[in-house]
């Protein structure tokens, strides 16, 4: 057995250990004989990393969610014995046990019925007791409870026109994010001065189009902390790689007070990695105790980048935006060379561009330019900005993707290379739109202003680095070229001779020097 089946087969054979009268295939029997039904085993991580990757990875949004920020969401949330605590989303249950453990007393509401098993299973393990119920939280009647804690959908298209009635920001439209909604719906499930902790995508903090939602959130809530995520932390549980934030609420009418801000960069794992990869846990382990934590001004979402210590000037003075495009496709049997975001080194700003037919390229490029600088719109904060070079023997056009901006230096581009790639820089880039894939718009990137050291260091800058460059991409070449006669030899297309005659052409290219 494999996917859906073996994993009901497993929690079938759970079921029986804790005594329920069902069927249960011999293998499943054996699988759990030795498995602890104490609490001690985390059955939810065993069981997502055999199962989930296969059943659940992206589908409706739904990401599994680490145990670390459970915990931090629970922690700063404060959550009493005896309070009533509701996950309208619960998925496998990771936020109701640990609640549950607190002393509370815990609902779940999951769409999904064989993640609402698994919940139920995972508190019978851990020796608790809640109610969960398989059912759509947008759809069912609100019965408000002391806490609300979540990790709701991301970014799914609402468009059921029953569901939509429901709510203010579902009337009159054909379909709503799944984000926006539930923002709404958790208004009529929290009792006034009950809180809320969710985990909600980072565009709804920081991007233009949420203006209303974060207002809306102002008129019902008061916001008492938000934690920045790092990009990609769902990343190791079959999630995209987009940010995220923790948020937490309290609803009015209570006390005001000023909201805290954090920002957690190793939440005890390897955010890079498509595989659970344990880090260090001394961050997380901070900010539950309360350190780490600094207030916010009461009208802002997220701190207020720190200006430059540095004279600076805005970028569009230095340079201009290169805004045709082409679709290479029409030009039959023509060779172009093709940039595309993954082509840049991150590290370095290095291009590599590889030689295509125009008819295998899919639909509409950018056109660049020799000595372009190119800005990727796309996830703006990882500082994918390099220099592209048209090959000297191209004959084709040089194009790219629709995600970079090619931006024509005046001057000193590869200053202005090092320049957006500095953490501050990216730090004062806006983002404007994408929730769960944030970009930025070229119009935001030459308007935010870069250091601007002056002509003479600028100059010695670009120098420096382009001479770096180009001779790092004739070494490329040279080792290309060196791979290739090895590879002829191997091949018995050159001689000893031939190869020794090759190989003094290339040190007179200065191979050995």
Known sequence: MTGARAFQAVLDAVRERLGDAVEVHPVARDAVRDLPT????????????????????????????????VDLLLDRLEVRPGEEVLDPTCGSGAFLVSAARRGARVWGIERDPLLADLTTVNL????????VRCGDFFAADPDPKDVVVANPPFSVEIRDPAVLARYDLGKGRGRVLSDWLFVEAVERWVRPGGRAGVVLPWSVLVNASSSPLRARIDATWVREAVCALPEGVFRPFGGAAGRACLLWL????????????ATLDDPGYDVRSTHLRPTSTTEVQRLRCGHGWTPLPADQWTPTPKGLRVSSRPLGALVRSRVDRTVPSRDQGSEVGLVELADADKGSGEVAVRRVRGEEVRGQKAVLGDGDLLVSRLRPALGNVAVVYRPPDLEGPLVGSTEWIPLIAERWPHYLLHALRTPSWRARLPVTGGQTRPRTAPSTVLATPVPWPGEEAAARIHALSERA?????????????LQGLVDRFAEGDLDEADLLRALEDLERDGLSG
């Open 469 to 481: 460059h180009r001779s790092r991409a004739a070494l490329r070449r040279q080792l290309s070229a």
């Open 124 to 131: 019978r393990l851990a020796g608790l007791e809640g109610t």
């Open 38 to 69: 104490d609490g001690g085993v985390d059955l939810l991580g065993l069981a997502y990393e055999r199962f989930f990757a296969d059943l659940f990875k992206g589908r409706r949004g739904q990401y599994f969610t680490p145990q670390a920020l």
């Open 250 to 261: 309290r609803r009015k009418p209570c006390r005001e007070a000023p909201t805290l801000w």
